[in-house]
């Protein structure tokens, strides 16, 4: 039999093994979480046509603009809420991968807003899919540990497969945000932007709730940071002037990104560019998300 590999603590006695018998017969003993099997790729989607693969000078641009986005005051000082590590204090470097045929720094390029054709429970809308989406991905990503960057997660994978992007066999360095949130959306029946990597892709996306507005923020309206971020919105505080977002790629570089929910302290609302949605929502969920944030204290930002 094999110890865990990592330990899930300091000390632990418990083992795990594929050829365990009991009286010659086969049993399954307790074993550690594996990546695989997200919930939401239990429905078969066709993937977004395969788009073009990146050139050397958008590969350049990419790992510019994670550097610049490393030294972003922003990316510092988050705090996680709920799960195993509640209240543990991250910070967020989310660079942007070029969208497919954007040239220099043009990021954003063109992308198509497209719907993709699932099955929806009856009763239910691709709104409340949504919801349920995203809620099961926190718990898979909190007690289950499959969506964690591991270099070859298949979750992420087929978050990037989903979107065109078959050829990227690898989550390393690669930023995942907006094919996460690419992911979410069309596994929903949603509106999505086809073949998009980009987080600033979802600048402008669907219908723009004014940003000081916040009176008209919505569950799960898509956010788009400066940062080079985008992910789905939980909460907001006018006055502390923190957020709370759930989103992928998201986590503590140089450890593994995941998919959290953050706390986003230290009165940086501001950071957020774009909020926005591309659906209807039942009147029975149209609610307000403004709400007492507590943010991180004593969080500092990088030096230079």
């Given at each position: ?194 073949g998009n990597l980009a987080a600033y892709g979802y600048k402008n ?25 985008v992910c789905f919105l939980q909460a907001v505080d006018p006055v ?36 926005g949605r591309q659906w209807d929502i039942p009147p029975d969920l ?19």
């Amino acid at each position: 039999m094999s110890p865990l590999s990592p330990p899930s603590f300091s000390g632990q006695d418990v083992y795990y093994s594929q050829n365990v018998f009991i009286n010659k017969v086969q049993v399954g003993l307790w074993k550690p979480p594996e990546p695989g099997d997200a919930a939401i790729f239990n429905v078969s989607v066709p993937p977004d046509p395969p788009q073009p693969t990146f050139t050397p000078e958008q590969q350049a641009a990419m790992s510019k603009s994670q550097t610049e986005a490393a030294n972003n005051p922003g990316a510092y000082g988050q705090v996680i809420v709920g799960g195993p590590n509640d209240g543990t204090m991250v910070n967020t470097v989310e660079g942007q991968i070029p969208e497919p045929g954007a040239t220099g720094a043009d990021f954003s390029g063109d992308p198509k807003t497209t719907t993709a054709i699932i099955p929806i429970p009856p009763g239910s809308t691709p709104y409340q899919q949504l919801n349920i989406n995203i809620a099961n991905a926190i718990n898979e990503a909190y007690y289950q540990g499959k969506w964690k960057r591991t270099g070859h997660n298949p979750n992420i994978l087929a978050c990037f497969a989903d979107m065109g992007h078959s050829e990227i066999k690898s989550d390393g360095p690669t930023a995942w945000c907006a094919a996460f949130a690419g992911s979410m959306l069309k596994r929903s029946g949603l509106p999505y932007r086809q073949g998009n990597l980009a987080a600033y892709g979802y600048k402008n996306f669907g219908k723009s709730i004014p940003l000081t507005d916040y009176s008209a923020w919505r569950l799960n309206d898509v956010v788009v940071l400066s940062t080079s971020h985008v992910c789905f919105l939980q909460a907001v505080d006018p006055v502390s002037r923190n957020f709370t977002i759930i989103g992928g790629n998201q986590g503590d570089p140089p450890g593994p990104s995941d998919v959290t929910q953050l706390n986003w302290g230290r009165g940086q609302l501001g950071l957020i560019v774009y909020v926005g949605r591309q659906w209807d929502i039942p009147p029975d969920l149209n609610k307000s998300v403004v709400k007492t944030i507590i943010g991180a204290k004593g969080a500092q930002a990088p030096t230079k």
